[in-house]
């Protein structure tokens, strides 16, 4: 069965730019909405084990919710996801600078990332499925990128065998070269309140990627067997979270980019179980990394649509991404986009009961 797709106002922004709220429904009555700010996954309505609808995703209420929330709920990030080293980097010989946002990095794009543009929304075809795709043009220069960046990403949402898919196509192309590398933000919370250090997670990842005092990649490969990073049997995310381990006590907890087995398709990487609604979501993406986050630095000041505060451990994410300062770590990867070329990728979450 295929989705309805239809748009109504959410608001404006400080600046008085108008923003779209689209909404992608099912005949089920399972949905999702994303906003033209930021490219928002806004909410994500999905049914528990007795079939009730409820959000598997934080949801706030409107434009100035999401203006005054740090913490990039539900948007997509760039021009360079994660936390670039010192705010810079060299391309073929040039040193390029980014605004510093967190302490001694550009986090997400620097201090005015995409999460805080507006993005163009148009319908679309996504292989016989309808979809909504918001596109943003970058200029040169823009947080101290290189070269003018045309990016995309396409929203679709259908149903495969019982399970409610929701599709994220990214695609970008550049005039010049420029490291990419996208992804979304979005803030689980399957049992829809209260803590989710008893969600149970598995990660397929046999290595991760320790970080130093600044929270950026040390450049080790490291294995994640025998130590708090193994989810490769499921794992509640509070089982160990406290542990007196180094990595955890850096970053208050999981903020840190696992690698993913098997490189290169689109396969299951990840799923996470809410214990009381019994919802899961399994996580499918052709990328290389994951960023496990367990929402180290929510502090209560978010609200949700239903009026709750959103408190340390009441959600976590789950960013399908390039590995993390590859710009400056090329054995991490290649993150530059050059013209001619494209930067094409597909994450999926799939959420059953």
């Known amino acids: 069965m295929t989705a309805t797709l239809h748009s109504t106002p959410f608001g404006r922004t400080r600046r008085g ?11 089920s009555g399972a ?32 434009v100035a919710a999401y203006e005054a929330a740090s913490g990039y709920p539900g948007a997509v990030v760039g021009r ?11 391309l073929d010989g040039m040193e390029h600078r980014v605004p510093l946002n967190d302490g001694r990095n550009a986090l997400h794009g620097g201090a005015e990332g995409f999460d805080q543009r507006v993005w163009t929304a148009s319908e679309v075809d ?3 499925v309808p979809g909504v795709r918001l596109s943003l043009r970058s200029p040169d220069g823009d947080m101290g990128f290189p070269g003018t960046l045309d990016a995309s990403v396409t929203y679709s949402l259908r149903e495969e065998e019982g399970a409610v898919v929701l599709r994220l196509e990214y695609r ?52 994640t067997a025998g130590t708090p990073f193994d989810f490769s049997a499921p794992t509640r995310v509070g089982e160990r979270l406290r542990e007196a381990d180094e990595q955890l006590l850096r970053a208050g907890g999981y903020d840190h980019c696992v ?7 689109l396969r299951e990487v990840a799923a996470l179980t809410g214990p ?3 919802r899961t979501v399994t996580v499918r993406t052709d990328l290389p990394g994951l960023q496990f986050y367990s929402g180290n630095f929510l502090d209560g000041s978010w609200r949700t649509t ?21 710009v400056n770590q090329p054995l991490l990867g290649d993150s530059v986009l050059r013209p001619g070329g494209e930067f094409a990728t597909t994450t999926e979450y799939v959420f059953t009961a």
């Open 306 to 326: 239903a009026g709750r505060p959103v408190r340390q451990g009441d959600a976590l994410c789950l960013e399908t991404q390039l590995l993390p300062d590859a």
């Open 276 to 278: 009381r609604s019994g």
């Open 17 to 27: 730019e108008p923003v779209e709220r689209w909404e992608l429904r099912l005949p």
């Open 126 to 128: 996504a292989d016989g």
């Open 80 to 90: 360079v996801a994660n936390r670039l080293a010192g705010g810079r980097f060299t």
């Open 259 to 265: 690698v993913l087995d098997d490189p290169g398709a």
């Open 172 to 223: 970008a192309t550049a005039d010049a070269p420029t490291p990419v590398n996208l992804t979304n933000h979005a803030y689980f919370a399957l049992d829809g309140a209260g803590t989710v250090e008893d969600h149970v997670v598995r990660l397929r990842a046999s290595r991760y990627l320790p970080v130093d005092e600044h929270l950026v990649p040390t450049g080790e490969l490291a294995p």
């Open 31 to 62: 949905s999702a909405a994303v906003l033209t700010r930021g490219a928002t996954l806004q909410q994500v309505l999905v049914p528990d084990s007795a079939g009730a609808l409820g959000d598997a995703v934080v949801a706030l209420p409107d």
